[in-house]
């Protein structure tokens, strides 16, 4: 999944942060319903057909997968008991839980595996998600709470693109009822059953026959679509919310002395770099992009561009995700081992080029701190932000590497899956990956990296997959292919009424356990 740089965070002083809020009603009393204030439009609730985080995490309140994810974004059963895999890491066989059904009465089984898998790798469904799906080759109902699922090659990811939000299972009588309309109309195993659904707010309400004893302990959850960022917060200092996300980072150390509200952070998983072109001079050379990232003070970044909540990259994955290795750590900021490097590249004066990035505030921001850094270097940079519609024309469809007018390319990214191989391949898996198939706007072919990249996919031993993995990050490190800059922490409010409910790693939020006090 491409991951845009988020929304702008605009915010009021605290002082002005409650008015203008007439008519505003307390949050609901312990034991009944938990309201949660996001930052953008809840696009749709059929996560076969979701590219944003926000949506998804709408859906994961009523829909699972036979894997997903806990708190830490470590990998766990959910639907499934367990699987085997065969050593080539081409067949996969589910053991299903036994004994769950869906919220409108049909039960969880092998067949509603597959009904729900094969609608979504359908081609003719034109769903955003299928690319998820095009490894299965197809799928058997060995039995009841049997499943197997054989792919076309080998792919050692597979477990954790299954525990993708994209995976999570439809009832087969919704899917058969309500057709292209499901995702108006959900119907999952979750905590939580579908109410009712506008374009700003979703209702879901406690699923009575829910699978885990004790579970939800929450008579509903309220999601609503909440854009202007000082509203966000007054709702969640009047109690009208119990939980906010984002925070925005401008007021989230003004709120830590809060009776009422709690600040929360934890670490993302999403990273932020400057692509380089490694196919257009002066970036194939090797000693430039290295200089580019001498040229950067990333704590500077991190502490100008994100107040604080943000930390310098120390390899091209981040911190928590799977298969991560240190590489001791971030590139210094040296300026004169960047200027040093130049000109032994032939570039004592330095030279000029042009970085690309999103138009909204914290990214043209981010790009600005850039520009300045790499004119202390002789590095002159124009900024040109680029709406949504431009990027997809200028970055995203180009058809041949050798037409890409990209050079410098700032954008963030956070693998959804999980693991290494979602956090490498799209972004760095050569040729393969080039636009438009993938995201690699750096054009970056290395024949060592494709062949880790290949070892880790042809296996399900974890040992070997790490191991390959480990060697690619040490490569790219050296490398360069990106400047490496910063990876997010992720900020939220909520109540301190309630309890339960965790940001993801990947910015999703799991809600299942939430709890009003």
């Known amino acids: 999944m491409r991951s845009v740089p988020r929304r702008p965070i605009l915010a009021l002083p605290l002082a002005a942060l409650t008015l203008g809020l007439g008519g505003v009603r307390p949050a609901h009393a312990a034991g009944g319903t938990v309201t949660i204030a996001l930052a953008a439009n809840i696009l749709g609730l059929d996560p076969a057909d979701l590219n944003d985080n926000l949506s998804m995490t709408c859906t994961r309140t009523m829909l699972q997968g036979l894997y997903g994810f806990d708190k830490d974004m470590k990998l766990i059963p959910v639907l499934a008991e367990s699987y085997d895999a065969n050593p080539a ?103 939580f059953m579908f109410k009712s659904f506008t374009a700003d ?86 000693r430039v992009r290295q200089a580019l990232n001498y040229a950067v003070d990333k704590q500077a970044m991190a502490r100008v561009v994100y107040n604080g909540y943000a930390i310098p990259l120390d390899s091209a994955l981040p911190k928590g995700l799977s298969g991560y290795v240190s590489q001791g750590a971030a590139w210094p900021f040296d300026i004169a081992k960047a200027k040093a490097l130049l000109a032994e590249a032939g570039y004592p004066t330095g030279f000029k ?119 690619a990050q040490e490569v790219i490190w050296k490398d360069a292919p990106w400047v490496f800059m910063v990876s997010d922490i992720n900020v939220s409010g909520k109540s301190k009424k309630l309890r339960g409910i965790y940001v993801m790693p990947d910015t999703q939020i799991l809600t299942e356990e939430a709890e009003l006090t």
């Not at 095009?134 to 058997?140: G, N, R």
């Not at 997809?392 to 191989?421: F, N």
């Open 201 to 286: 707010t979703l209702q879901v309400v406690k699923n009575p026959n829910y699978w885990k004893p004790g579970l939800p302990k929450v008579d509903g959850i309220t999601l609503r679509s909440v854009p202007e960022s000082g509203t966000r917060i007054a709702m969640l200092q009047t109690g009208e919310a119990h939980f906010v996300y984002p925070l925005p980072v401008e007021l989230a150390k003004s709120l830590e002395s809060s009776s009422t509200v709690d600040v929360v952070t934890a670490q993302s998983i999403f990273v932020r770099y400057v692509a380089l072109n490694n196919m257009k001079k002066p970036f194939t050379d090797v």
């Open 89 to 191: 890491a081409t067949e996969f066989t589910f053991h299903l839980r036994k004994g769950v059904s869906f919220s409108d009465g049909a039960p969880f089984n092998a067949a509603a595996v597959k009904i729900s898998f094969d609608r979504a790798r359908d081609p003719a469904n034109h769903l955003k998600r299928a690319s998820l799906f095009v490894q299965i080759d197809h799928i058997d109902v060995v039995n009841d709470l049997t499943v197997k699922i054989v792919l076309k090659e080998p792919f050692g990811s597979f477990i954790n693109q299954a525990a993708h939000a994209a995976y999570a299972i439809m009832s087969p009588k919704a899917i058969a009822t309500y057709g292209k309309d499901v995702d108006r109309n959900p119907s999952g195993t979750g905590p």
């Open 353 to 471: 080029s042009t970085l690309w990035g999103g138009n909204d505030s914290l990214t043209q921001k981010a790009m600005q701190f850039l520009q300045q850094q790499f004119a202390q270097v002789g590095v002159q940079v124009e900024v040109e932000p680029l709406e949504a519609g431009v990027a997809a024309a200028k970055i995203w469809s180009v058809q041949k590497p050798e037409e890409a007018t990209t050079l410098m390319h700032y954008v963030g990214w956070s693998s959804s899956t999980g693991d290494a191989d979602w956090g490498m391949r799209p972004l760095l898996g050569g040729a393969d990956a080039f636009p438009p198939k993938l995201f690699d706007t750096a054009y970056y072919d290395s024949p060592a990296v494709d062949a880790d990249i290949a070892t880790g996919l042809s296996t399900a031993d974890p040992a070997k997959r790490m191991a390959a993995y480990k060697h």
